[in-house]
C-alpha cells in the first residue's frame, strides 16, 4: 500500500464517521417542517444552512447538498495517490459532467434560455466538455453538440442521425450513458485488480437498471431503432434479456429470470411503483459499498464506500428537503429514502 | 285595476285577446315541457358529475404520488431540466354545444404532449397519469359547464313558467272576463234599448 493510499483510507474512515447515521436522518425526514428540517439539519455536521430568500428552498437546498458532496469527493481526490485520483476524478466528475451535458442539450432542445440552463447544472467545473457555458449559449442543439468535436463527447454526433429522424433527444443521452459507462470502466484500468471490484459491480449494475428501465418504458411499443443502438452498453443484462423484458407477455416472469439483484431491484413494477427501483438500486450499490469495505478495511474500497456512502446521503437530503418543501406525509419520504432503512 | 282602464272592451279586442291567451297557453305549455326535460337532464347529469368527480379525485391522488415518486427517486432539478424536453404542449379549441338551446363550451382536444421518449420512467409514469388526468378535468370541466348551464336555463324557464301562469295568464283572463262582462252589459243594455223602442212602436201603431 502507498503512503497515499494508507493516508487516504485513514482519512476516509474518518469521514464516515462524520456522515449521517441512519437515526439522524430518520429524525431528519421526521421534521414537521421544512425550517425544522434545517434546524435539525443546523445540529448535524453539515451546520448553519442559509437558503436565499425568493425563489424554491428545494432547488436552494438541493445545491448546497451537491456542493457538500463535491466538496467532499474533491477533498478525497486531494488525498488520494494519482491512479486512485485519477480514477476518481473520472468516475464523479465524469458522471456529473455527463448529466450535466443531457441538460444543456434537453435546454437546446426545447429553446431554454441560457440563463435558465446554467442555473439547471450541476455546480461542477467542466472536466472534459470545455465550457458550460459556451455550449448553453450555443445557438442550436447542433452547434452545441459540434462543439464537443475533439473532446471524448465527439461520438455523440454518431447519434444526431436518430436524432433528426426521431425528432427526440433520448438517442443523445443515450449515447452519452454509453460514453459514461465505457469511460468509466476504462479508467478502472488505473486501479489494482483487487480495487477494480467493486467499481465495476456499481458501474454495471448501474448501466443495466437504466437499461432495464428503458427497456421498461418501452414495453409494448415497437423499437425505434435496432437494440444495438438503443443499448449500445450492456454488461450482465445482455440484448435477449432487455428484448425478453420489452417483449413479453409475462413480465412477472421476465422479472424473475433476470435473477438476484436484477429481480429484487425490479420488483416494485408489479406494483406500479417505478420510482422506487431507483431507491432500491442506491439501496443496493450502498450495501455493495458496505460489503466491500467490510472485506478490505484498509485499501481503496474505504474510499469508494465513503463516496458512495456521500453520495447517498445527499440524494436522501435533497428527496427529503423538496418532500419538506411539498408538505409531504413524512411516510410517503421515507418510503423512498436509503439510509434510514438501512 | 289601472290596466283595465285602458282596455277597449270591444269584440275584437276580444278576439284578439283570445288569440294571444290560446298562443301564450301553448308557449306556457312548451315550456313546461321543456322544464320537465332540463330537470331530468340536470339530475341525470348530476348524478354523473358526482361519479365522475369521485373518479377524477382518485386518478389525481394517483398522479400526484406518482410525480412526488418521481420529485423523491431523481431530485426536482432533474424533473424540471426533463419536464422542459417535452416540446409539444397540450392544446386546445373551446367549441360551442347545444342541448335544448342550452349552449355550452364543447373542449377539443387538438393535440397531447409527447411525453413517451423523452422522460425517465419513472417522470413518464408519472406524466402519463397526469396527462390522463388533465384530460379528465377538461372532460368534468366541460361536463361542470354543462350542467351549470342547463341549471341557470332551468332557473329561467321556471320563472318564465311561473310569471305565465301566475301573472300574466290571469291578468289575461281578467281582461277578458271584463271584455266579456263589458259586452254582455251593452248587449243586455241594447236588449233593453229594443225591447223598450219595440214597445214604444207598438203602442204608437195602436
Redesign the interface.
Known sequence: MSPGLEYAVVRSHALISSLLTPDQMRNLALSETLDGFIRSLSETPYGVISIEAGGDPSIALEKIFYRKFIERMAGVVELAPGNIADFLRAYYYLRFEVLNLKRILRGKYSYMHPEQILESLIPIEPYLAGSFKALAEAESLERAVEMLRGTPYSKLMESMGLYRRLEAVWPLELALNHIYASTALRSLESLPHWDRVLVRWIVELETDVENLLAALKRRGLPPPAPLEELFPATFKIGLEELRMVMESKDLRSAISSLGPPYSEILSPIYEGDVALIRTRTRAHMYMAARRGRSLNDFGFNVIMAYLVFSEVEKSDLVGIAWGKAQKIPTEQILKYLVIPNI | MSTLMTVRPTKGYLMELKRRIGFIERGCEFLKLKRDHLAKELSASLEILRGRRRLLLQSLREAY??L???????????V???A????KALEVEVLPRSVMGVRYPYVKILSKPEI???L???L??AASKVLGVLEDIVRLAEFEARAERIADELGKTNRKVNALENIVIPAYRQIIRFIQDKLDDESLEELVKMKLVGGALARRRE
Open positions: 404520488s406518482a412526488t415518486a418521481a420529485y423523491l427517486s431523481i431530485g426536482p432539478t432533474e424540471r431540466s426533463q422542459m424536453s417535452v416540446r413517451g421518449g423523452e425517465d420512467i419513472t413518464s409514469h
